[in-house]
């Protein structure tokens, strides 16, 4: 069964850069899309970013794009996402998520669609 485990995590300044990375063990994470999404406090997990399993299909969220991007090293099985011009409402606990599908280039913006998780990592911009 496919682990995952974030790392990276902290605390910035609005206007500050970060990378956060996602390395996943015991799955086929090198065949599977995957994702970045975030979650505030009472508030539903809301879609950051996705990448295929070459890393030649990303997409972004509205709130991100320009600001965010996302990348893979599927040699080490690591994820990454490098956030520039942080903003305090990218404040949350960032997770990283594997899908099942093997070499697609098909990703979504669903939390549903991905089927393991890592525990997730607070980022937190203040202003």
């Known amino acids: 069964q496919a682990q995952m485990v974030e790392s990276g995590g902290g605390l910035v300044q609005a206007g500050d850069s970060l990378r956060i990375s996602c390395a996943a063990s015991g799955s086929s994470f090198s065949a599977n899309g995957a994702a970045w999404f975030r979650q505030v406090r009472g508030k539903e997990r809301e879609f950051v970013a996705a990448?295929?399993?070459?890393?030649?299909?990303?997409d972004f969220s509205k709130a991100v794009e320009g600001r965010f991007s996302i990348s893979r090293d599927n040699d080490n099985n690591t994820m990454y996402l490098q956030m520039n011009s942080l903003k305090p409402e990218d404040t949350g606990v960032y997770y990283c998520g594997v899908d099942s599908t093997v070499y697609s280039n098909y990703i979504s913006r669903s939390k549903g669609w991905y089927g393991h998780w890592g525990q997730g990592i607070q980022v937190t911009v203040s202003s």
């Open positions: 990448i295929n399993w070459s890393g030649s299909v990303t």
